[in-house]
């Protein structure tokens, strides 16, 4: 079942060294499942991306603390990706943390999309600033209403004070 999932499910002892994962993590590093068992994310993820993975798996365990956060991960073929990886520890019957177990999603072209929407919305803005901005400095009054009701949509300042303030809702 756990190979056929979009997710990266993987599993780390106390010492950080992969115990068990499936077929989709195997792929990312390019390794037999096989080769990956008792490696670290050193082994794994080029350095500019440890500082993060390694938190977050102390967090779980040391502190026996979840976690749930964005990781990027700049693998060892430079490919960067961003993941949703949500992190849980694993414990013995005593109750020690013996481990953890961790579901990664790959959310990178959503980060894409967000961040090309939040560009859109920032030029937009500046678009209707520039615009309003040249129509508030116009000799001559503008007055748009809205087809067919004729409802008043913009009125620049020349035309509010040639109509009267009150023109626009």
């Known amino acids: 079942v756990l190979d056929n999932i979009a997710a990266f499910v993987f599993m780390k002892d106390s010492s950080y060294r992969y115990t068990d994962l499936n077929r989709k993590v195997a792929e990312l590093f390019g390794a037999a499942r096989e080769q990956m068992v008792g490696k670290t994310a050193r082994d794994c993820f080029a350095p500019e991306s440890l500082e993060q993975i390694m938190k977050s798996d102390r967090d779980v365990i040391e502190r026996s603390e979840k976690t749930a956060r964005e990781e ?15 992190k849980l520890p694993l414990f013995d019957s005593r109750g020690k943390t013996t481990g953890l177990v961790g579901i990664s999603t790959d959310i990178t072209e959503r980060k894409s999309v967000e961040k090309a929407l939040a560009e859109s919305e920032a030029s937009l803005r500046r678009q209707i600033e520039l615009f309003n901005t040249l129509l508030d400095n116009l000799n001559s009054g503008v007055f748009m209403v809205e087809a067919p009701s004729g409802k008043p949509i913009i009125a620049n300042k020349t035309a509010q004070l040639l109509l009267g303030r009150g023109i626009l809702p």
């Open 72 to 86: 990027t991960g700049l693998t060892g073929g430079g490919d960067t990706r961003t993941y949703w990886a949500v």
